[in-house]
T-cell receptor
Framework: DSGVTQTPKHLITATGQRVTLRCSPR?????VYWYQQSLDQGLQFLIQ???????AKGNILERFSAQQFPDLHSELNLSSLELGDSALYFC???????????FGSGTRLTVV | DAKTTQPPSMDCAEGRAANLPCNHS???????VYWYRQIHSQGPQYIIH???NNETNEMASLIITEDRKSSTLILPHATLRDTAVYYC???????????FGSGTKLNVKP
């Protein structure tokens, strides 16, 4: 157990639907990062939050949004889902910007 | 971010040392070298990082050349559980995000 909790572990939904993925960072970590990993693809950085504020954006689609709440947990919202959104979505956390991240075990999203 | 180049795959016999190379010829003076691994769709796992000096921890050793243009991750006694994709990443330590490349698929064979 890495200390970063992601729920749900698996999610199957239909095209056009909206889902919310949740991440609880390690205790004491202020930064949360979201990554997407499609089949046979590398890890693509989506977005980072630090202590409730958006800090950096990567290749995140306009249909996707995220937020970090006062208790530091984060949610990634994916809407108007397409088949191509099927992927593993990982959350990671760190104390600040330094050193390494700790990744969660991911949410596997399947869009049918 | 500086780019890294890694071989797509490598084989290693169980019990032998696994030496995974990484080229980062455009690395800047304030960029660190990080290594992560991902075991079969699990979340990536931090292994080690360094700036100039060689580093060792309970998992691995990191050897960085004097000119810092390349590095080698050494797993001293590879086991079957070390079969994974290993990512070499360079990053300014106070920069926001890691960019993961394609990595090296290490196959540890009995």
């Amino acid at each position: 157990d890495s200390g970063v909790t992601q729920t749900p572990k698996h999610l199957i939904t239909a095209t056009g639907q909206r889902v919310t993925l949740r991440c609880s960072p390690r205790s004491g970590d202020l930064s949360v990062y979201w990554y997407q990993q499609s089949l046979d693809q590398g890890l693509q950085f989506l977005i980072q939050y630090y202590n409730g504020e958006e800090r950096a954006k990567g290749n995140i689609l306009e249909r996707f949004s995220a937020q970090q709440f006062p208790d530091l947990h984060s949610e990634l919202n994916l809407s108007s889902l397409e088949l191509g959104d099927s992927a593993l979505y990982f959350c990671a956390s760190s104390v600040g910007n330094s050193y390494g991240y700790t990744f969660g075990s991911g949410t596997r999203l399947t869009v049918v | 971010d500086a780019k890294t180049t890694q071989p797509p795959s490598m084989d290693c016999a169980e019990g032998r040392a696994a030496n995974l190379p990484c080229n980062h010829s455009t690395i800047s003076g304030n960029e660190y070298v990080y290594w992560y691994r991902q075991i079969h769709s699990q979340g990536p796992q931090y292994i080690i990082h360094g700036l100039k000096n060689n580093e060792t921890n309970e998992m691995a050793s990191l050897i960085i050349t004097e000119d810092r243009k390349s590095s080698t991750l050494i797993l001293p006694h590879a086991t079957l559980r070390d079969t994974a994709v290993y990512y070499c990443i360079v990053r300014v330590n106070n920069f926001n995000k890691f960019y993961f490349g394609s990595g090296t698929k290490l196959n540890v064979k009995p």
